[in-house]
């Protein structure tokens, strides 16, 4: 909290912060965090997904934590579901697609913007359009653990094809998920200055142990504990991600049966 503190403190004041805190406020009940950010951080991070806007450009990353599957998902499917019936997403995208949207749209109308998912690939490469960990890294939401963090790497990680990364928030450990990124595409900050993430893994030992679990089953929770979270998934919430996208249909059955089924046991009585 108290690193969180001074990181306001040293940006207050910006503009993209101003809109980050805007976002942040508007979307807090829902179960989503804002954090600022612009390409010129991210860019010097990322070497294989660029961000092609001006590198002052203002930007907003944003998670979701535990209570937008636990209290907002039901009455999104109770409410707004049926507006958008049609659509293939996951049904926990489509939840954070509508709420961000709507806030951006509600708080900033006359503003030019890129609104950027977690899921959209570039058309013709099929990368992701942007490194989400890499642009929470950025704007200081978590730290993204990578082998490159690690000193002496343990014997046996050089025959591995691929070690992927892990972030790490000093908030929720790992109980959350990238959702999005937002461009304001002609709003240009010259005065946010960067503060590196959190790293809220003291030592190389824990670093290690993290990418270890994470890369041999990440369905292992362990990993999401590396630090004491605010927040934790529910058993539910821990079995739809576990869970991979495609073979989420009877567990989105579920979800919807029993949402509706409270709203009408609610108007009955």
Not at 50 to 78: G, Q, R, W
Not at 193 to 220: A, G, M, R, T, V
Not at 221 to 244: C, G, K, M, P
Request: charged letters at 25%; hydrophobic letters at 35%; proline letters at 4%.
């Amino acid at each position: 909290k108290q690193w969180y503190q001074r990181r306001v403190a040293i940006t207050a004041g910006t503009v993209t912060v101003k809109i980050a805190t805007q976002l942040d406020k508007h979307l807090k009940s829902y179960g989503f965090d804002v954090a600022p950010f612009i390409p010129e951080w991210y860019n010097s991070m990322s070497s294989v997904v660029k961000m092609e806007y001006h590198p002052k450009t203002a930007c907003v990353v944003i998670i979701s934590n535990a209570k937008l599957f636990d209290e907002t998902l039901p009455n999104y499917i109770k409410e707004s579901l049926k507006d958008d019936e049609n659509s293939t997403k996951d049904i926990i995208d489509k939840c954070a697609a509508f709420y961000i949207k709507n806030a951006v749209k509600e708080l900033f109308p006359e503003e030019k913007t890129d609104i950027i998912f977690d899921y959209d690939l570039q058309a013709s490469s099929r990368l992701p359009k942007i490194n989400m960990q890499t642009a929470g890294h950025a704007a200081g939401l978590a730290y993204y653990y990578q082998v490159k963090d690690i000193k002496n790497p343990p014997p046996g990680w050089e025959h591995k094809s691929k070690m992927y990364g892990c972030s790490i928030s000093p908030k929720y450990g790992g109980w959350f998920a990238y959702r999005a990124v937002v461009v304001f595409k002609d709003i240009q900050d010259d005065e946010i200055e960067y503060l590196s993430p959190y790293d809220s893994l003291d030592d190389q030992s824990k670093k290690i142990e993290l990418l270890d679990i994470f890369n041999s089953d990440w369905k292992d929770i362990r990993w999401r504990d590396a630090v004491t979270a605010l927040q934790r998934y529910s058993q539910e919430q821990i079995e739809y991600f576990n869970t991979l996208p495609t073979q989420r249909q009877d567990l989105t059955e579920s979800l919807i049966t029993s949402a509706l089924s409270d709203e009408a046991s609610r108007k009955s009585q």
